[in-house]
């Protein structure tokens, strides 16, 4: 049994594409992560009267890294997390979902 193979067509698995089946609203690069940029705004807030820079500092972040996680262009990476996590009674739970539940008592306070 051969098969054939059409170059000019883009398949997957045999199957034509279906591009205007796939959704992409969610895929853009811009502010995909403002919900946890905005929290980690409020865990600033809420724990000091500092600002970006100086709380990135504070904290050994890179201050153009930490400017990007609170605006939501990029990620906070999880072992940047945890520290605030150990710090202030977080837990990645609330940095990443937005889950309130298992928060220390001060940190309930930011949610």
Excluded at 9 to 30: D, F, P, R, Y
Excluded at 77 to 102: H, N, Q, S
């Amino acid at each position: 049994m051969s098969h054939k193979v059409f170059y000019d067509k883009a398949t997957i698995c045999s199957l034509q594409k279906a591009s205007h089946l796939v959704n992409t609203s969610g895929m853009s690069s811009e502010k995909q992560y403002v919900e946890i940029g905005n929290r980690l705004r409020r865990v600033r807030e809420q724990f000091s009267e500092l600002n970006r820079r100086e709380w990135a500092e504070a904290h050994n972040f890179n201050r153009t890294q930490y400017t990007n996680w609170e605006n939501g262009t990029r990620r906070i990476p999880v072992d940047m997390a945890e520290a605030l996590c150990r710090k202030y009674g977080l837990t990645l739970d609330f940095i990443y979902l937005g889950r309130v539940d298992g928060l220390s008592e001060s940190a309930s306070k930011v949610a």
